[in-house]
């Protein structure tokens, strides 16, 4: 429909309700992923998860460039409306092994539940996301992630711009401009997501070890050759092995805290305000398109690092609202977004391309730093004040249930 209206108007309405559909399918494809993926795998899985949204902008970007450049840019909608119709609602591959049907949507969920499955979720509301943003992990990687992406997109919005003003490049050169940054994002997005599990299994040995050398010395202190079964350090819990949030066999693993994920993305904040910084001044000064490209994929490839692990450790946090914690940095990201495309080029014309993407890497740096900062000082406080004040909801819940009358 997006491809009919005669009026921008009537274009923007539409294009807003595609939206609301595009990021239905990026929520409960992430809630999916932490569903039935291990802990101990869960930043790979996000990793590949990723690459659709990744790469979809990349492939837009250049099949939207040469319809826009050579037919119309209605084709663009027109193609997509194409391809949806050779899909249609996935009936016509009915009895194919490889695809899942889901559930009619009026299907009542069963009462009981079912062994290994999670605690049930609470239900959807405006103050089930608020209390989610409150919740001071959650909020701080939302803004984190929300700061880093509007910096991109300000390379985003400004670069077919610069491209066409001052190097003369045409529409479909400009699209085929956006395959390095895009790239990048699928390379970065794949090689964090492994580089995160490793880490984490590397940090749960350790802990192992650690526990087994205490282990010994207490056996030793107290004369003994048995086996001890307690340790401050670890916990029975199958959430390293098993998919889902609640535990299905009693293995012990060590205690790993969440905050572990984030130490990667120091790194990825470094390159990403690295690339913003080499962007603005390589425009401001003219240098040649390749270096300038190199830029922005450097920029593009810190931000999705830094969003595999953001993910990877919201699904260990808040277990059981996994696609709730990607559709508050969705709704936090997007509207950034725009303001961003909205600001960027008045940005750019009082303070020069090379001040303004300085700025903009400053505050990331400043910016998620510092939120990353605080993360490591207290979020260990924050999670078990959490705790403590869903043991107190539920016990009261409890209370009211058996409460006669």
Request: net charge positive; with cysteine.
């Amino acid at each position: 429909m997006a491809a009919a209206p005669p009026r921008f108007g009537a274009l923007v309405v539409l294009r807003i309700i595609q939206a609301f559909g595009a990021c239905s399918v990026i929520s409960m494809g992430a809630g999916t992923i932490a569903d039935i993926t291990p802990p101990a795998k869960r930043a790979f899985a996000m990793s590949i998860f990723s690459l659709g949204p990744q790469l979809g902008p990349v492939t837009g970007g250049v099949i939207g460039g040469a319809l826009a450049g050579n037919v119309s840019w209605r084709w663009i909608f027109g193609l997509l409306e194409t391809l949806r119709y050779l899909v249609g609602n996935g009936t016509v591959y009915k009895g194919k092994p490889w695809i899942l049907f889901p559930p009619p949507f009026f299907t009542r969920a069963p009462k009981d539940p079912i062994p290994g499955q999670g605690p049930k979720p609470p239900k959807p509301s405006f103050k089930t996301y608020w209390n989610l943003f409150s919740y001071p992990p959650i909020g701080i990687v939302s803004f984190n992630s929300a700061l880093l992406f509007a910096s991109f997109y300000c390379i985003a919005t400004s670069l077919p711009v610069t491209l066409e003003r001052d190097y003369h490049w045409s529409t479909s050169d400009v699209g085929l401009a956006y395959l390095a940054p895009g790239v990048a994002m699928a390379g970065s997005s794949l090689v964090t997501g492994q580089i995160s599990d490793w880490h984490r299994k590397k940090l749960i040995e350790g802990k192992k070890k650690q526990a087994a050398q205490a282990s010994a010395k207490q056996q030793i202190a107290n004369g003994t050759n048995g086996v001890t079964t307690t340790n401050n350090d670890l916990e029975k819990t199958g959430a390293e092995d098993k998919p889902g949030t609640g535990p299905t066999t009693q293995q012990t693993q060590p205690k790993l805290n969440p905050e572990s994920r984030l130490l990667t993305q120091y790194p990825g904040v470094i390159i990403s305000a690295l690339g913003t910084f080499l962007y603005g001044w390589l425009l401001d000064r003219h240098l040649h398109p390749a270096p300038v490209l190199v830029g922005a994929s450097l920029a593009a490839g810190g931000m999705s690092s830094v969003f595999v692990t953001s993910q990877a450790f919201c699904t260990e946090v808040v277990p059981t609202q996994a696609a709730a914690t990607v559709a508050l940095a969705n709704m936090l990201r997007n509207p950034a977004a725009a303001v961003a495309a909205a600001i960027v080029q008045p940005l750019i014309d009082r303070m020069g391309i090379g001040w303004c993407f300085t700025g903009l890497g400053i505050l990331n740096i400043v910016g998620v730093g510092a939120g990353l900062g605080l993360i490591w000082w207290r979020g260990e406080f924050w999670r078990s004040e959490r705790e403590r004040k869903l043991t107190e909801q539920k016990e009261t819940q409890e209370m009211k249930t058996k409460a006669p009358g």
